[in-house]
C-alpha cells in the first residue's frame, strides 16, 4: 500500500539521514490555472475531473502539484482518503516532509496506518520535524509507541519543543504513567499555563488531589495566570475532597476573573458536579438554574446527586422535567430507589424505560437484583433473571455475581450455581460470593471444594478467606480452618487482618475449644474487635463455660457499653446455669444504664413490598385485618388440637 514498505522495523531509523532542501524546478506556482481550480473544489466528481485536467497538462508526479492534491484528498473529506493514499503510493516519486506529514495526519485515525509512513521518511533520509511527531503522537493507541516517539525527540533534538513536551505528558497521564509525565514536567525550563494545566487535571482525575493544589500554588507563584482549565482541574480536586470551603474560593475567583459564564458548559458542570459532591444542593441548584445551556451531563448530575442522598421527590420532580433521559437518567433514580429500599417503585420505573424505548444495562439490573436480595424477594429476582436471558445480555462478572449473592440470600444455592457456571470469565468476586453463598448455608465441603477448584483459575484475595474461614466455621471443620489460616501469608502472602482472626476465633469457639480461641485472641497482633468477644460470649452460652463468659462481657462492655447484645447474652447464660439473682442483677444493670433490648423483628414480602412485624405491634396499617386472621388460625389449630386428643387414641386401640 505504501512506497518503502518493505522490510521495515516500526520507528526504524537510519544512520545516513541528510537534510533534503526544496527543489524550485519541481515547483509550481499556486496561480497556475489547474491548481487555482483545485482550490474552488467542492465535491469529489469535481476532484476527478481536476485530477484528470492535471493529468493532462503533465503535472502529475511532480512535487508541489502532487502536494497539493493530497492535502486536498486527505483532509476534504474522510471519503477521499482512499483517493490520497492512491496518489501517494504511486503517483508521488519524490515526496517531501510537507507531503509526509500531510499523509501521517490524515492516517493517524486509522489503526497503525501511520507508522508505516513515518517508516517511509526516516529511509527517504529526510529529517522529520516538530509536526511530524506531533502527528505521529496522535496515531499511538499504546504506551510503548509513545515512548518510542519520545526517544526520537531526544534524537532529532525535538524534545524541547514545549507544544510536543505537554503532548507528551497528556499521552503518558492518559495511560496511567502519572510519573513519567511528572518527570517531563519538571524537566521543563519555563513551564507554561498549559503544562501547568495538564497537570493539575491529570492529577484530578486520577485521584492525586493534593499532587494537584501544590501544583497550583506553585502555578501562582511562578506568576502565572491560571485559566478556566485550571479552575476545571480544582473544582474536581474539590468535589473528590469534598472541601466546599475550597470550591466556594475557586468559585469567587472564577467570578472575579470573569473566567467562567453561564455558556461554558464543561467549567458550569465541573461547579456543579463539585457542590453536588460537597451535598450544598441549594449552592448547586443555584449553579443548575444559572446555565444558559443545560446538557444531559447537567440534568443528570444534580438529579443522581439528589437521589444519593434520599431527596427522591425532588430528584424524580427534575427527572420529569428532564428534556432527554438517557440511560444514565434512569440507572441514578433507580439506584436512588433501591437506595431507599422501595422496590415497587423500581419495577414502576423499569418499566416505564421499557416502554421509553431505552435499553437497560448491566447497571440497571444490578441495581435491581440487588434489591431484589435485600427484601428476599426471589420471585422480582427470578422475574429480572429472566429479563437477562430474553434480552441475550451478557452474564459478565459484575452481573452474575449479584445474581448468585440474590439467590444465595434467598435460599436458592442450586439456583445460585447454575449461574455461577453460566459465568464465563469469572473473576475472584464471582467466586468468593459462589463460596460466601454454600458457608453461610452450611455446604462448608462444597464451599471448600469450590475453594481449591478456583485456584486453577483466579487467585484468592482477603475477602475470599473470610469466606472460606467462615465455611469452616460454620460446618465445624477445624483443623482444615487452621490449615487455611497459615497458608494465607505462607502460600498467597496474605497478611491475615482483624476478620481471619475473627473467623479463626469463632472456629474454636464454636467447636467448643474456648482455650485455644482465648489463646489466639492473646496473640493476635491487633486489639479483638466487639464482634471477637461476641463470638466468644455466644460460643460460652452453648457450651456453658461460666468462667470464660464473664471475661468476655467485660470486654465487650467495655467496647460497646450502650448496646444490649452483651448484658442479654451474659443474663442468659446465668438464667441457664440457674444463677436467677446474677441474671437480675444484670437486667438492673442495663435498665440503670438506660440501655434498652432492641424488640425482634419479622419480616415478609408481599407483592414486592416488604412488611415488618414487632411483637404486640399494632401500627401496622392492616392491623385488623393481621389480628382476624391471626384469630381465624388460632380457631383452626385448636379445632386441629382437640381432634387430634379425642380421636387419634381411638384409632390406635382400633388398630
Known sequence: MYRYRSGLRFLSFTSTIGKTKWDPTVSLELNHPTLFLLEKCGSRDHFKQILGQMMRSNLIGQTFPMSRLISYSSTSDPANLDMAILLFSHFTPNPNLYIYNTMISALSFSFGQAFPVYNSILRSCIWPDKHTLLYLLKASN??????????????????????????????????????????????????????????????????????????????????????????????????????????????????????????????????????????????????????????????????????????????????????????????????GYAQNGDYMMMRELFINMILDNVKPDNITLINLVSAAAEVGAIDQGRWIHGVVVRMGMMMDEFLGSVLIDMYCKCGSIERALTVFREVREKDVTVWTTMITGLAFHGHGRKALELF???????????????????????????????????????????????????????LFARSGRLAQAKDVIEKMPMAPSRSIWGAILSACRTH???????????????????????????????????????????????????????????????????????????????????????ISLNSEMRLAADFSVKFIPRLLEVS
Not at 501544583?215 to 475532597?241: H, I, R, W
Not at 472460606?468 to 501469608?489: P, R, Y
Not at 425482634?600 to 414480602?605: A, Q
Open 142 to 335: 499504546h504506551i510503548s509507541e509513545a515512548m518510542q516517539i519520545h526517544c526520537h525527540a531526544f534524537v532529532l533534538g525535538l524534545v524541547s519543543y514545549g507544544y510536543l513536551q505537554n503532548s507528551l505528558m497528556k499521552i503518558y497521564i492518559e495511560n496511567g504513567q502519572i510519573r513519567l509525565a511528572e518527570k517531563l514536567f519538571l524537566r521543563k525550563q519555563s513551564p507554561d499555563v498549559a503544562s501547568f494545566n495538564i497537570m493539575i487535571v491529570g492529577y484530578a482525575k486520577k485521584g492525586c488531589t493534593l499532587e494537584a493544589i501544590r501544583l497550583f500554588y506553585k502555578m501562582m507563584n511562578s506568576g502565572l495566570e491560571p485559566d478556566e482549565f485550571t479552575a476545571l482541574g480544582l473544582l474536581v480536586c474539590c468535589g473528590q475532597l469534598a472541601d466546599v470551603q475550597l470550591g466556594k474560593s475557586v468559585h469567587a475567583w472564577m467570578e472575579r476573573r470573569k473566567k467562567v459564564s453561564s455558556s461554558n458548559m464543561i467549567l458550569g458542570n465541573a461547579l456543579l458536579d463539585m457542590y453536588v459532591k460537597c451535598k450544598e444542593f441549594q449552592l448547586a441548584r443555584r449553579t443548575f438554574d444559572a446555565l444558559e445551556v443545560k446538557d444531559a451531563v447537567s440534568w443528570n448530575t444534580i438529579m443522581s446527586g439528589l437521589a444519593k442522598v434520599g431527596q427522591l421527590e425532588s430528584a424524580r420532580t427534575l427527572f420529569n422535567h428532564m428534556p432527554n433521559r438517557d440511560i444514565i437518567s434512569w440507572n441514578s433514580l433507580i439506584a
Open 452 to 506: 481449591s477448584e478456583m485456584h486453577g483459575e483466579v487467585t484468592p484475595n482477603e475477602v475470599t478467606f473470610v469466606a472460606v474461614l467462615t465455611a469452616c466455621s460454620h460446618c465445624g471443620i477445624v483443623d482444615e480452618g487452621l490449615e487455611l489460616f497459615n497458608s494465607m501469608k505462607e502460600n498467597y502472602g496474605i497478611e491475615p487482618r482483624i476478620e481471619h482472626y475473627g473467623c479463626l476465633v469463632d
Open 544 to 630: 456453658g463455660n461460666l468462667e470464660m463468659a464473664e471475661i468476655a462481657s467485660r470486654e465487650l462492655l467495655k467496647l460497646e457499653p450502650e448496646k444490649e447484645g452483651g448484658y442479654v447474652l451474659l443474663s442468659n447464660i446465668y438464667a441457664a446455669t440457674k444463677k436467677w439473682s446474677y441474671s437480675d442483677k444484670i437486667r438492673d444493670i442495663m435498665e440503670s444504664r438506660g440501655v434498652k433490648k432492641t424488640a425482634g423483628r419479622s419480616s415478609v414480602v408481599v407483592d414486592g413490598i416488604n412488611h415488618d412485624f414487632v411483637a404486640a405491634d399494632k401500627q401496622h396499617p392492616r392491623w385488623l385485618d393481621i389480628q382476624s386472621t391471626l
